[in-house]
């Protein structure tokens, strides 16, 4: 990536597959296109541009490991299968852990501030901070560590200070992301004041939309070594079999750990990353094998010759299972909730798009790297374009610009032009040299009919307004706000009843 120039990555798209229930008797939907899949050698596949897995069977053996190269949208992994799926070896969608974790002591570990990447459908940490012999207390955002990616992306350590007043600096870590839970906030050694703040927790029980973990923050940097980044966050992974879902191996959806960080003028430790998503649906599920979506631990700091602090822990993701008939009596990390199967796919969904930037159309699809990059002499501001669809015209957008080691930035367009079926607005922003990740959102009030019609989807009361929010190429997730405040995620079918109330 050429930091020299101003680049913008996606943040990884947003993926949302569910597969139809009926009464009893499971059908997962699946075509059976793909046939039978059982490996005999550990394997690691790319998933194809949609996520889905059309297979007839699924089996995977004792000793075997399965993993999956993101595809260009993030997806998450969808495995349908017309029979069974039986896991007695290794399925795992974890987030990737940063650089350097693992191996303090050696004086550099994680000094290249490269975070750790997400999970198929799960989000990426922050980057550390850059290494300054100027760092205490002197407006130096360079040495920022990068927040986490994601819904509940971590915060990026944000200051340095000097310990007990002296002359030493004390570098600071990255928080850890959110998910299922708050992730925690960075740590500060002994300086009196908080560093970078934990992630928030955000989706639903039910896992509706099927949304992956988020990554951790990045460390502040040292005077010596850059910090260490974030832990990325768990992946997402749906399984629907209309036979038997039998787990007696490994289903792992586990958020990454963050950099440590070590030696002689060190950077601060990175933050974890969250756990991801794992939802089971299946005619029925069983077997005591572990399924787990746990939270990825900070980094942690060693040969220092002045105060620093472990970064904080990413918090679980979320586990759902549904099944007509269930005989597992194994837990799960977290707990699971639980249902019968149901239904959810979104169609004609009210959405919200980052459609330009300079003037420079966004991908159709993100990349999760330079989706688009402007020349290092684009003057600013730059102009950031947005559409919508299903929305009412007159809605106002939220830009946040969050840059690789510098504080986000915010903005907001004026209302929305056009009609509720397609509106565009948009907002001047100053660009940082370096990368940035754009994230968008938009709040809008519905009528009462139309709340009335979602409080089912909101602990039966009437919902009042729905937020969108969209990152750069990604997919809309949907908010609903009730009455008190109150917000749950928006499933498929109250997606479907917004676009027709409008």
Known sequence: MNTSSKTIAAALALGAYFAPGVASAFNSGS?????????????????????????????????VTVTYVRN????????????????????????????????AGDGNTGDDGVPGT????????????????????????????????????????????????????????????????????????????????????????????LIGG???????????????????????????????????GNLLAVGGNGGNSA??????????????????????????????????????PSGQTYPAAAGGAGASGRVRLEAESYTRTAGSTPSFSFSVPGPVFVAGAPT???????????????????????????????????TTVGVPVGSIVQLRVTPANSPSLIAVTPPTTGSTASAT????????????????QTTFTVIAALGDLL??????????KITLSATLGGKSKATLITVSGKEYDAPAEALRIAALGY
């Not at 460390?219 to 910090?227: E, I, L, M």
């Open 263 to 300: 030696g002689s003028g060190l950077g601060g430790p990175g933050g974890g990353g969250s756990g991801g998503a794992i939802r089971l649906m299946a005619t029925t599920i069983s077997g005591n094998g572990t399924i787990a979506a746990g939270g990825g631990a900070g980094g942690t």
């Open 118 to 209: 997400g999970g198929p459908g799960g989000f990426d940490g922050g980057r550390g901070g850059v290494a300054s012999s100027v760092v205490p207390n002197t407006g130096n955002t360079s040495v920022h560590g990068g927040s986490g990616l994601g819904l509940g992306g971590g915060g990026g350590a944000d200051f340095t200070c000097l310990a007990f007043g002296g002359p030493s600096p004390a570098v600071v870590s990255g928080a850890g992301g959110g998910y299922g839970g708050p992730g925690e906030n960075g740590n500060s050694g002994f300086c009196p004041v908080v560093t970078g703040i934990g992630g928030a927790s955000y989706g639903s029980a039910g896992l509706l939309p």
């Open 31 to 63: 075509t059976g296109a793909d046939g039978a899949f059982s490996p005999t050698v550990n394997t690691t596949l790319t998933l194809p541009p949609s996520g889905i897995f059309n297979y007839t069977s699924v089996i995977i053996p004792v000793g």
């Open 455 to 464: 409080r089912n989807f909101a602990g039966n009361e009437r919902v009042e």
């Open 352 to 386: 919200l798009a980052i459609s330009s930037v300079a003037g420079v159309s966004a991908p159709a699809t993100p990349t999760g790297g330079v989706d688009i990059a402007l020349p290092s002499n684009t003057p600013n501001p730059v102009t950031v374009s947005f």
């Open 214 to 248: 988020s990554g951790g923050g990045g460390g502040s940097g040292g005077t010596v070594f850059n910090a260490a980044g974030g832990g990325g966050g768990g992946g997402a992974i749906l399984i629907a079999a209309s036979g038997t879902i039998n787990v007696t």
């Open 425 to 440: 607005a948009s907002v001047s922003v100053n660009l940082p040299l370096g990368p940035s990740t754009m994230q968008a």
């Open 72 to 103: 260009t949208a993030n997806t998450p992994v969808v495995i349908l299968a017309t029979g069974d799926v039986t896991i007695s070896g290794t399925l795992n969608v974890s987030g990737n852990t940063a650089p350097g974790a693992g191996t």
